[in-house]
């Protein structure tokens, strides 16, 4: 069983800048795919970011590609999603997300969920 945790979220401007922290409670969370999941208002949960157990390799969203970038340090069990040049759209609920494979990270989500952080960001 992994507990995950998400902080950082809050309110923002336009073109504004974020960062999330997602924090595991396990300290083989190292064993893990992890990624990050956002909400929007009155939408499905979507995938926005993952990222390899090493940290070797990542991936993202079309939607979010070139803005946000995502980090792990496997030392401290905390995975990071840096959110930059924030648009409205980007508004949601962002979970953070793991699972021994990659694959469920980076489709529909893996096992592992975290409570959520909301990220507003206005116009």
């Known amino acids: 069983q992994v507990h995950l945790e998400e902080s950082g979220g809050g309110s923002v401007e336009t073109g504004g800048s974020l960062r999330l922290s997602c924090t595991a409670s396990?300290?083989?969370?190292?064993?893990?795919?992890a990624g990050w999941f956002r909400q929007p208002p009155g939408k499905e949960r979507e995938f926005v970011a993952a990222i390899t157990w090493s940290g070797g390799y990542t991936y993202y969203a079309d939607s979010v590609k070139g803005r946000f970038n995502i980090s792990r340090d496997n030392s401290k069990d905390t995975m990071y999603l840096h959110l930059n040049h924030l648009q409205p759209e980007d508004t949601g609920v962002y979970y953070c997300?793991?699972?021994?494979?990659?694959?469920?990270?980076?489709?529909?989500?893996?096992?592992?969920w975290g409570q959520g952080t909301q990220v507003t960001v206005s116009a």
């Open positions: 997300n793991a699972d021994e494979a990659i694959v469920m990270v980076t489709g529909r989500g893996g096992v592992y």
């Open positions: 396990r300290r083989a969370f190292s064993n893990y795919a």
